[in-house]
């Protein structure tokens, strides 16, 4: 079955500061969610990649796919308290039958 | 244009008990997917509903159980619940196709003690 791996699990960062967070899957990817969560709450969708090569960005967040690698990058500029969180990476199966599988998140926590 | 929405956001049940969730999902999508998200962890895929019927099932006991309803909302059942159950479930909904961007509502908070 295919697993998800995100590194790291958790990181501290200063406000201001640039930060990146990866997510390398075991199995092909067929396409690729990033969505941030609050604590204890839902998902919020933040982008979608399906080609290789693929790059998306949603205000100061950017995503990357790289298919030979199998894997994905999720970039922050600049960081804000606001981007403060949980990052989880989900991938689709073979089948696109919108049945995530998802990594266990990365923990981001702004300096202010 | 509402999202998908949960109820109830909140519950504590006894082992042993029974609990129903219920999520309506986002105007325009027919497919509602379940998933359960321990503490520290990614949510992990419970099932799929689609035309009324269970399309796919991830690694989930019998005692997890769903039905949706003409209308494509969605309900979860889950019986002798036990204290490994404790968890938020989440529901998300698509329209029919793949490959669409999937919505996730703010979840259920489930308590079991």
């Known amino acids: 079955s295919q697993e998800l791996e995100q590194s790291p699990q958790s990181l501290i960062v200063q406000e201001g500061k640039n930060l990146t967070i990866n997510c390398t899957s075991s199995?092909?990817?067929?396409?690729l969610y990033w969505y941030k969560q609050k604590y204890g709450e839902g998902l919020i969708f933040l982008m979608m990649l399906q080609k290789g090569g693929e790059e998306k960005s949603h205000e100061k967040i950017t995503a990357k796919l790289d298919e030979k690698k199998q894997q994905s990058s999720l970039h922050i500029t600049a960081s804000q308290p606001s981007h403060a969180g949980i990052y989880l990476c989900g991938a689709d199966t073979l089948n696109r039958d919108d049945k995530i599988i998802f990594g266990k998140g990365t923990r981001l926590h702004i300096l202010p | 244009d509402a999202g998908v929405t949960q109820s109830p956001t909140h519950l504590i049940k006894t082992r042993g008990q029974q609990v129903t969730l219920r999520c309506s999902p986002k105007?325009?999508?027919?497919?509602v997917s379940w998933y359960q998200q321990a503490l520290g962890q990614g949510p992990q895929f419970i099932f799929q509903?689609?035309?009324?019927?269970?399309?796919q099932r991830g690694n989930f006991p019998d005692r997890f159980s769903g039905h949706q309803f003409p209308n494509y909302s969605s309900e979860l059942n889950v019986n002798a619940l036990l204290l490994g159950d404790s968890a938020l479930y989440l529901c998300?909904?698509?329209?029919?196709?793949?490959?669409?961007?999937?919505?996730f509502g703010e979840g259920s908070w489930l308590t079991v003690v």
């Open positions: 105007s325009g999508h027919d497919t």
């Open positions: 199995k092909t990817l067929y396409g």
């Open positions: 998300a909904s698509s329209p029919t196709g793949g490959g669409n961007t999937i919505y």
């Open positions: 509903y689609y035309e009324e019927e269970e399309r």
